[in-house]
């Protein structure tokens, strides 16, 4: 996946996962960071449970699906 897809996918979920976790957006560099951040630990937990992510649709759900778990740890230890 090319450098600029990436970095659009990260903006995209980490809106998502924003929105989902009825906060709001983090800025577009906030953004990007949660979203590839939470790529990277979208894909390590989609390796635990036996799933793999494909294409950019997929992409966009794991690294979502990522964010939003990143969102909740990070809220967990705030409290």
């Known amino acids: 996946m090319g450098l ?4 659009i996918i990260g903006g995209l979920a980490g809106w998502l996962a924003g ?10 560099l ?3 960071l949660l979203g590839l951040v939470g790529g990277f630990l979208g894909g390590i937990v989609f390796r635990l449970v036996g799933l793999a992510a494909t294409g ?5 759900i794991m690294s979502t699906l990522g964010a939003v ?3 909740y740890i990070v809220r967990k230890i705030k409290s």
């Open 4 to 7: 600029i897809l990436g970095l």
């Open 19 to 28: 929105q989902l976790m009825k906060g709001h957006g983090f800025g577009v």
């Open 30 to 32: 906030g953004n990007v």
């Open 56 to 60: 950019i649709i997929g992409s966009l």
């Open 69 to 71: 778990l990143l969102i």
